[in-house]
């Protein structure tokens, strides 16, 4: 499947977040924390769908934020 | 004895500056005591005690020159007739003022003035406000004994080339009033007295015309003249004006305090308001003479719609524009959802002019989709202070950089974008403060008269942190860490935890050169001078926000600051320099999607419930879309409809051919502004704007200064805009009714903790304040952090270096950087609409002579300038001031496009876009024209 340009924008957000963090320890708490402070709630869904879709293209911190959002998300 | 008296002084010249001490004297003024610091002039105590000495070569903005023998005194005990101006006061000291002896001597001077004067007061332009026919008067010149006959000025000519002032050399009185404006206060040294005795004569830049010279136009001199030598020529072509209002500029963050001087209903002239305490009676060339965009032909004054944006505007009442604002806005939301909305506000507007915008979006429209043009300047400085100190805001106010023994200037170029502040900065370094620039571009303070920076370190774009972890590393591991304020002040396990970081090797100099183009050696010098002053001062600007790791580098340059305990005093600090006039307010009042007014997350619930208590309307406690965001969003048809505030998005936001698609995706773009623009072209409602002559309200500078803008003349559409914002939410569905932006500031004050103490009375009082501004300070906060951080404890934050995605390559080998020009402003809708344009036509493509000989380039060449965006086309101008590798331009002109070829790359913390990164080629092009 092919992101569109909204889609890859996202993609290229989350992996540069991962990548910037200020801690190497807990970067998938850092990214959930980011995102759910700054992003809507819509962006998070999309990221989460397109982690389903397409998981070869998110940094391997992503998939761990993601399974974290997921969880805070379904406690919520 | 008599008690000492006390003047109100603030509209006096009292001739000499103010001099601070910690010891007074009193000295008798004509029997009169007064008490002064020691060091005050004769001159100025006498002013102070309520007496004026005449004076032609003194002004209180300036040092003493004692060459025009008018403000002669008589010192009891002592010989002579001493000048007024160059005599310290002295305890005990008894002076007279006026004696015959006195009389006698200054008629005599004043004779010789005007033997050489044209006798034409009644038609000069300076009738009723020339220091030269008030002083003659004062003195009691009758008569002139000499004859016009004799070798005279009378015919020495005007200078007529610059377009806002002209100087008629036959008024000058040589008073080198002038001069020493352009030396002391502006910092240019654009002036001299040329020649000797009779032949003396001011001089732009070794005898030039004014608009060859090095003059840039502050208006220092032409304020300073005591005659009608140097006068602006709308006071030539219309008369002296009559009556005044104080307000503020409309430009950069420094947000100058102006006085807007009109003939009945028609400004004249804007003069720097002396009381100005972000400016202190200085000025530049925008704020000074650039306003005539406000009249300009091209103001669109009645609202205008239309059904698609290639029909034709057709211009309608207010009521019909709002109307269908409104039903446009309503149809979206029922099709698509309440977040298929959203708004925009601007850094240009009032305070009380985004609060309305940010609160309609959020109350009326229903969603959190609410952000400002600072998303793509500072928006950075607004996460970063946040994190490490706990408040966005800079630290100190500008006043403190006279206490700085090292300034610390990364990626900010103060005298063309900032240019009073820059003066104010010049001033200190003249004084001999250490400067240490940041920045890849060799920009003006790097070497001007009588300034020169110790170490430049030109880094290659896009490595700012590496620099700064590079200079942290060396003050950690050479043990100049201020222990003692961070064991007091800051979070020591997030210290410990910064200290493992930064001496890791890999944030040695020696590691880092190689990426950063500065050598090891200049980054040992650079740390050890920041680290080993007594007060290091950092000033920075988009050059470090507008990069991938802006936010990071925000937060590295606090650290810095931390460690080296160069914060909560004067003459320290982390000092963002705002591009907007208004960048600073717009941010506190709320415009970022994540936040309330007071930078309060929108998931505090504390927060939330208190405005929805105080807005009667229930609140979202999720974030809302960012500029990007919803430019991504409408793309994708999820996103339909803006309401835009002052921002021309499609000429100033990055990757111009994204925000148009955007833009063309939406089905109802409003614009609210004073111009059509790039933007307008794919909107659907036009609400015409005010200018800042039209505003009332308030605008909070870089240094947290509320200053009040006050309405010169009437809303030229006839409404104000919060008054068109608050039509649009009530034909929403909810109204706000505030009858005048005073109202709205103090709903600001209830709801905003920083501004708690803030109101139009409490700022009309005071002049201005810098909050916080509450029962703590009700005065407002000049220095912040003095005993504590916002946040508590200060906290440091590990910054890891992360190169940018934007690297240039084999098929875009340089790399772009942008920036301003001192002329122009921004997208220029305001500064092309005036003279300034014969300082900068057109945008044009700086390049190093080595990068342009291998292209085939020469000076003043069209080239194609094309990245992985797309291109367009500039002139190129060959300079040393930039490395090889590296080309630099501006942005002010639509025409160039400069923002088609930057990248959609942006901060990772904030998407602020990276625009001082972008890999490019140039090649040769025939013309301005794109190739068919």
């Given amino acids: 499947m092919m992101l569109d340009y909204t889609q890859q924008h996202l993609v290229k957000m989350v992996n540069q977040i991962a990548s910037n963090v200020p801690l190497r320890e807990d970067v998938a708490g850092q990214i959930v924390d980011h995102v759910t402070r700054f992003w809507t709630p819509t962006m998070c869904a999309d990221l989460t769908q397109i982690g389903r879709d397409q998981p070869e293209i998110l940094a391997a911190e992503v998939h761990a934020a993601l399974a974290l959002l997921e969880t805070s998300t379904a406690g919520a | 004895m008599n008690k000492p008296i006390e003047v109100d002084i603030a509209d006096l010249d009292l001739g000499t500056p103010l001099r601070l001490s910690d010891?007074?004297?009193?000295?008798?003024?004509?029997?009169?005591?007064?008490?002064?610091p020691a060091g005050t002039s004769v001159m100025r105590a006498a002013s102070l005690a309520g007496t004026q000495i005449p004076k032609l070569c003194a002004t209180d903005s300036l040092d003493a020159f004692g060459s025009c023998r008018m403000c002669l005194v008589e010192i009891e005990g002592r010989k002579g007739t001493p000048a007024s101006c160059t005599t310290p006061c002295e305890d005990g000291m008894s002076v007279k003022t006026q004696t015959p002896r006195l009389d006698k001597l200054r008629k005599g001077v004043m004779e010789l003035y005007i033997s050489d004067h044209p006798l034409d007061c009644l038609t000069c332009s300076a009738n009723g406000d020339c220091e030269?026919?008030?002083?003659?008067?004062?003195?009691?010149?009758?008569?002139?004994?000499?004859?016009?006959?004799?070798?005279?000025?009378?015919?020495?000519?005007?200078?007529?080339?610059?377009?806002?002032?002209?100087?008629?050399?036959?008024?000058?009185?040589?008073?080198?009033?002038?001069?020493?404006a352009c030396s002391e206060v502006q910092g240019t040294f654009a002036l001299t007295i040329a020649g000797r005795g009779f032949d003396s004569k001011v001089s732009p830049s070794e005898e030039n015309a004014f608009l060859d010279s090095e003059c840039v136009s502050c208006g220092a001199c032409v304020q300073a003249c005591p005659t009608a030598t140097l006068q602006e020529t709308r006071v030539i072509d219309l008369g002296v004006p009559t009556r005044?209002?104080?307000?503020?500029?409309?430009?950069?963050?420094?947000?100058?305090?102006?006085?807007?001087?009109l003939r009945g209903d028609e400004l004249v002239r804007m003069v720097p308001d002396k009381q100005g305490g972000a400016n202190e009676g200085h000025s530049c060339v925008k704020g000074r003479f650039a306003w005539g965009y406000a009249t300009h032909a091209d103001r669109i004054t009645q609202p205008m719609i239309r059904d698609s944006i290639d029909s034709e505007w057709r211009p309608v009442e207010w009521s019909e524009a709002i109307a269908f604002a409104a039903d446009r806005f309503r149809a979206i939301q029922k099709q698509y959802g309440i977040d298929a909305l959203g708004g925009i506000t601007s850094s240009r507007c009032t305070n009380e002019e985004v609060y309305v915008v940010q609160k309609m979006v959020r109350a009326a429209l229903g969603t959190n989709n609410v952000d400002t043009c600072a998303r793509v300047c500072h928006s950075p400085t607004g996460y970063g202070l946040k994190q490490t100190f706990g408040t966005s805001a800079g630290t100190q106010d500008f006043a403190s950089v006279q206490k700085s023994d090292v300034i610390m200037v990364i990626g900010a170029n103060p005298t063309d974008a900032h240019p009073v502040f820059g003066s104010r900065m010049k001033r200190r370094l003249r004084q001999g403060a250490k400067l240490l620039v940041i920045d890849p571009r060799s920009i003006d303070l790097v070497r001007s008269p009588h300034?020169?920076?110790?170490?430049?370190?030109?880094?290659?774009?896009?490595?700012?942190?590496?620099?700064?972890?590079?200079?942290?590393?060396?003050?950690?591991?050479?043990?100049?860490?201020?222990?003692?304020?961070?064991?007091?002040?800051?979070?020591?396990?997030?210290?410990?935890?910064?200290?493992?970081?930064?001496?890791?090797?890999?944030?040695?100099?020696?590691?880092?050169?190689?990426?950063?183009?500065?050598?090891?050696?200049?980054?040992?010098?650079?740390?050890?001078?920041?680290?080993?002053?007594?007060?290091?001062?950092?000033?920075y600007g988009l050059g470090v926000t507008e990069h991938s790791q802006g936010s990071t580098m925000v937060m590295a340059m606090a650290n810095l600051a931390m460690a080296t305990g160069n914060i909560g005093r004067d003459g320290v600090g982390v000092n963002p320099l705002r591009g907007q006039n208004n960048v600073q307010g717009a941010c506190d009042m709320g415009s970022f999607p994540h936040e309330f007014s007071g930078y309060r997350h929108v998931s505090d619930d504390a927060a939330r419930e208190l405005f929805s208590a105080l807005w009667g309307v229930g609140l979202r406690k999720d974030p809302g879309l960012r500029i990007p965001n919803m430019l991504d969003a409408a793309v994708s048809g999820q996103f339909r409809g803006i309401y835009i505030q002052g921002e021309d998005i499609a000429q100033s936001d990055p990757n111009s051919q994204h925000v148009e698609a955007a833009l063309k995706a939406m089905d109802c773009v409003v614009v609210q502004d004073l111009f059509l623009n790039e933007t307008s072209k794919y909107a659907h409602v036009f609400l015409p704007g005010t200018s800042f002559l039209e505003k009332d309200g308030t605008f909070t500078n870089a240094e947290r200064r509320i200053n009040r803008v006050r309405p010169v003349v009437p809303p030229a559409s006839g409404l104000s805009e919060w008054q068109v914002t608050c039509a649009l939410s009530a034909a929403m569905g909810y109204p706000m009714d505030y009858a005048s932006a005073s109202e709205i500031m103090d709903e600001i004050a209830a709801l905003t903790p920083t501004f708690k103490g803030v109101s139009f009375e409490l700022l009309d009082a005071l002049g201005s304040v810098q909050w916080p501004c509450n029962e703590q300070a009700p005065e407002g906060t000049p220095i912040m952090h003095a005993q504590r951080f916002v946040r508590g404890q200060g906290q440091f934050v590990t910054t890891p270096y992360v190169p940018t995605d934007e690297r240039s390559t084999r098929k875009f080998p340089l790399l772009l950087t942008t920036g301003r020009i001192l002329s122009q402003y921004n997208v220029g809708a305001q500064t092309r609409r005036t003279a300034n344009s014969v300082w900068h036509a057109e945008d044009i493509l700086e390049i190093h002579e080595s990068d342009a000989e291998l292209r085939g380039v020469a000076q003043g060449d069209w080239v194609e300038v094309s990245s992985r965006a797309g291109s367009t086309r500039m002139r190129a101008h060959i300079s040393d001031d930039i490395p090889a590798g590296v080309v630099y331009t501006t942005f002010h002109h639509p025409v160039s496009g400069t923002n088609v070829i930057t990248t959609d790359n942006s901060d990772w913390a904030t998407n602020c876009p990276e625009y001082k990164v972008t890999a490019v080629q140039i090649r040769p092009s025939a013309s301005a024209a794109a190739p068919a």
């Fill in chain 2, 23 to 36: 010891s007074t004297v009193t000295v008798l003024i004509d029997g009169t005591p007064i008490a002064v």
């Fill in chain 2, 132 to 180: 030269l026919q008030d002083t003659a008067g004062a003195v009691g010149l009758r008569s002139v004994r000499y004859s016009p006959a004799g070798a005279n000025h009378l015919d020495a000519g005007t200078d007529s080339s610059n377009p806002y002032f002209s100087f008629d050399a036959s008024k000058c009185i040589v008073c080198s009033r002038c001069v020493r």
């Fill in chain 2, 244 to 261: 005044k209002v104080k307000t503020t500029c409309a430009y950069c963050g420094v947000g100058c305090s102006f006085v807007a001087e």
């Fill in chain 2, 451 to 539: 300034v020169k920076a110790t170490e430049h370190l030109q880094l290659q774009p896009g490595t700012n942190v590496a620099v700064l972890n590079a200079l942290a590393h060396v003050i950690a591991t050479e043990g100049w860490v201020d222990e003692a304020f961070v064991a007091e002040r800051c979070d020591t396990a997030s210290f410990a935890a910064w200290r493992r970081f930064i001496e890791l090797p890999e944030n040695s100099p020696e590691s880092l050169a190689e990426v950063t183009g500065v050598s090891a050696e200049t980054l040992r010098s650079a740390a050890a001078i920041y680290a080993q002053a007594g007060n290091s001062a950092i000033y």
